[in-house]
């Protein structure tokens, strides 16, 4: 069965999406993640693809800044707890009073599109539930094969 046919039966927009055949024809989706991923040796090219990706989304600001600065549930007084939004997958972690969900529905944009981005065997040792896209960010920037294995080595055990 060819690749439209299939697109077709599962009812997908073929205007979003291209086939890149380098890449033993991945499917790329638009606005899910990067035209390459993230493997170690091109994060120069994958910052440019991202920082165009995200600024068409109006999402820069959410690896570039700490938008999403978290509070321990140790300095919160009891009766206070329900004026703050808890951190996903995190107990004892909630985000400040200044947080809205709105940014944090934008963060959890601007994580997709970053896990969307990155290779699968470097993605997996990532949290992307209770990290924010800028700590992720920030966790993946620099990376290069060839000068930094250790780098590498601690995202995957991160």
Do not use: H, W
Not at 67 to 92: A, M, Q, R, T
Not at 107 to 133: G, P
């Amino acid at each position: 069965m060819c690749l439209v046919n299939l697109l077709n039966e599962l009812k997908i927009n073929i205007k979003n999406i291209t086939v890149n055949i380098d890449n033993k024809a991945a499917i790329y989706i638009k606005g899910n993640g990067t035209k390459d991923l993230l493997d170690g040796s091109n994060f120069k090219t994958l910052k440019q693809q991202l920082y165009l990706l995200l600024k068409e989304e109006d999402l820069t600001q959410f690896i570039y800044d700490k938008k999403l600065k978290k509070i321990s549930k140790d300095n919160i007084d009891e009766d206070d707890l329900k004026k703050y939004i808890p951190v996903d997958g995190v107990n004892n972690l909630f985000y400040e009073k200044s947080v809205t969900k709105d940014m944090i529905k934008k963060d959890a944009k601007t994580k997709k599109i970053l896990m969307n981005s990155i290779k699968n065997d470097l993605a997996v040792n990532i949290d992307f539930i209770s990290s924010t896209a800028y700590e992720i960010y920030n966790l993946i920037k620099g990376i290069n094969l060839s000068d930094d294995n250790n780098r590498i080595e601690e995202i995957k055990n991160y």
